[in-house]
């Protein structure tokens, strides 16, 4: 489902529950961890951030003892990974919004306020081998923010993934950044991962049953359809998947 104003009030009755196990991947400064706690005050959440600049403000707004912040990036490997700092203009100048472990490319020509001048090394982890000694049980939503490295989630995440209910990630509509796969490149490894796309009716998660044509076609077919999206002023604009384990 593309995003348009599917916000975290409308996750909630497709969760069902009020304790709900949640990956944020890309917390940013806690904007949307905060949102989370407010509709789902017991909801267990593991967050993942490796911008410093943000780190220190989401220690400063979230101190719940649900949420659980790692400093490091998550992608296709362990280590240490370069991060594109990405900066703005004038009342901006701190924009940390925009960073990611790949490297912009026509996010440049989009947002040409957006600066990415400075890279610095962070740590990153493989979702799966940050998960072998979790005890995480069935994850209700995995959250993705990932700045156009989607794929290098899903290739390191692929067990977690597998073992989550709902997948909400933002994808792009152009490559915004070096490498990062349009939503029907996204659609093919989730689908393989157990995971379709829902059409949303009366707060519920369904699949539409077309005769004759396989569910991989149908998927294929509805991430086409939802390929031409507004370019809006801001990173918060950009277009969203929500994907349902089948």
Excluded at 170 to 181: D, K
Excluded at 231 to 245: D, E, S, Y
Aim: hydrophobic share 35%.
């Amino acid at each position: 489902m593309e995003r348009g104003h599917l916000t975290v009030p409308e996750l909630k009755p497709l969760i069902g529950k009020d304790d709900p196990t949640i990956l944020e991947v890309g917390a940013n400064v806690g904007q949307t961890t905060e949102e989370m706690l407010r509709e789902m005050p017991k909801a267990r959440i593991f967050c993942f951030e490796p911008e410093p600049r943000a780190i220190r403000k989401f220690k400063d707004r979230i101190s719940s003892p649900n949420v659980t912040l790692y400093e490091c990036a998550v992608g296709d490997q362990n280590g240490v990974v370069t991060f594109n700092q990405s900066t703005g203009e004038g009342a901006a100048k701190d924009w940390d919004q925009s960073g990611s472990i790949r490297k912009p490319k026509l996010h440049l020509q989009t947002w040409p306020t957006v600066k990415f001048e400075t890279q610095i090394e962070v740590p990153i982890v493989r979702l799966d081998d940050w998960a072998i000694d979790k005890s995480l049980g069935e994850i209700d939503l995995i959250w993705a923010d990932v700045q156009g490295a989607e794929s290098d989630l899903i290739a390191g995440g692929a067990s977690v993934i597998r073992n989550a209910r709902f997948f909400f990630t933002e994808y792009g509509a152009i490559e915004w950044y070096e490498g990062q796969i349009s939503l029907d490149e996204l659609c093919g490894p989730l689908f393989d991962l157990g995971l379709v796309l829902p059409e949303i009716l009366d707060g519920r998660a369904v699949r539409e049953q077309e005769p004759g044509r396989s569910e991989r076609d149908q998927i294929s077919d509805r991430a086409q359809h939802a390929m031409p999206v507004r370019l809006g002023k801001t990173i918060q604009a950009l277009p969203r998947q929500l994907a349902v384990k089948r």
